[in-house]
């Protein structure tokens, strides 16, 4: 099992070696979602949120962001883009290192888009803890990949990715206090952080606590 202090060096490593400008867009598949089963904008709370390219489209919409990551770059880069789009009064960033900490409240979404990494972490512990902070009527969005891109770090591994119906499975929820918005594997063309393009599959699974 990885420490905590391999998790902050890798990804303050990553971090710090990136152009600061990528991954400052907001997740195509994340925009969808929320466009037709969150319209109206609450409080939310963004998982491994990067460069913050959906925090501050969240904020830019109006609702208010705690972005949680363990790199203080990140963060400190994401306060940055915040202030340079007028929005730093809605996005709080946050340092967590979720397989030990995590932040307080309950919020109107809660989201983990990609959130993978090639660190060995208590991934589904971490999940079912971002369901159990999801308030009432709000939504729990979990992207993922389910398949490699040609720019992916994990390109040329044999990867066995989970079905969305397996991940939904994993969180343990009780049947009768969520309601199953999405759950399935679409394809889309994704575009790599070079401009190359590839048609890719996701995990989409959005899940609405119910009162």
Known sequence: MRTHTDSTT????????????LGTKPNAVLEDVLATLAPTPGTALDLGCGHGGDALWLAAHGWDVTAVDVSRTALDRVAEGARDRGVADRVHPARHDLAETFPTGRFDLVSAAYFHTPLDIPRTRVLRRAA??????????IVEHASVAPWSWQTGEDVRFPTPEQVLASLELEDDGWHVERCHAPQRVATGPQGQTATVTDNILALRRTP
Do not use: K
């Open 132 to 141: 159990e902070s999801v308030a009432d009527s709000g939504l729990l969005v």
């Open 10 to 21: 890798f990804w303050e490593n990553h971090y710090s070696g990136l152009d600061a400008r």
